[in-house]
């Protein structure tokens, strides 16, 4: 059964950095993918980065160029770096694993296990 552990959640000022960990016993499966979601209250949970067993990325338009997706195969773990944080980023930060397709995605049904989430928050 996949685990997955988030930490490095807080509580930040506008325009500070936050870095995400995930810990799981996903990465020794041959074609995994791994996703960062977030969901605010009253909102959908969306998808924020994923990345793929290649170590290919993709990023929802609104975090590119602030968040960077990575992954420490040797320590299991999954990262995102978030930079020049906005109120907009407050919420609960979920990491995910995928398994069988080629490609990751953000789409939150291609995605087989979660975490229980790392709570950020963003002051103005």
């Known amino acids: 059964q996949v685990q997955l552990v988030e930490s490095g959640g807080g509580s930040v000022q506008a325009g500070g950095s936050l870095r995400l960990s995930c810990a799981g016993s996903t990465l020794t499966y041959s074609r995994y993918y791994m996703g960062w979601f977030r969901q605010a209250p009253g909102n959908e949970r969306e998808g924020v980065a994923c990345?793929?067993?290649?170590?290919?990325?993709l990023y929802v338009d609104s975090v590119k160029g602030r968040f960077t997706i990575s992954q420490d195969n040797a320590k299991n773990t999954l990262y995102l770096q978030m930079n020049n944080l906005k109120p907009e980023d407050t919420a609960m930060y979920y990491c995910a694993a995928g398994f069988g397709l080629k490609y990751c995605t953000t789409a939150r049904r291609t995605y087989n296990a979660w975490g229980q989430g790392t709570q950020v928050t963003v002051s103005s």
């Open positions: 990345i793929d067993s290649s170590g290919r990325t």
